[in-house]
């Protein structure tokens, strides 16, 4: 209280603007610095908060993201049609439909089936690039997907450290292309799960 009473009196030091800025400015290499000098189990904990909080933080960028995306959409003039189309019959319905499966997606109903061949069965060698880690590149438990994989929307990774199974950011598709049979139009539509995967229960964990 008595540190309110002073600063209303006579008002805060004419620096104070500044030094608050560069203390501000030198806070996350001060936590930088720590996040390197602390050993054991501060050092775990210190990192998990961070972790934590970067998580927190991409979600919520990621929602801000998706909030602010506005379609710019141009009116297309009658008989236009655009080069990589010509050789389809183009329908007014394929509009229709498309918001439609919109429509669905968002009550979870409509799932859309790719039809996929039957493949045979891959050996895990094929599948998974063994990857040496550790200081001296002894130790060979961490595998690398090497397929293409599909993760969910809310899907964080594990810590690197302990991560078994690393997929690449390239190989996560979460969108499948999928053409209409009777509208001869594709689709460009989100993933809503996998099929199981015959030959081993662990790939479609994986995606």
Known sequence: EYIERHRKLHGRRLDYEERKRKKEAREPHKRAEKARKLRGLK?????KERRNEKIQMKKKIKAHEEKNVRQNTEKVAEGAVPVYLLDRDVQSRAKVLSNMIKQKRKEKAGKWDVPIPKVRAQ???EVFKVLKSG???RKAWKRMVTKVTFVGENFTRKPPKFERFIRPMALRFTKAHVTHPELKATFC???IGVKKNPSSQMFTSLG
């Open 43 to 47: 050092a775990k904990m210190f990192n």
């Open 123 to 125: 050996a895990d060698a």
């Open 135 to 137: 200081k001296s590149k």
């Open 189 to 191: 539509l989100p993933i």
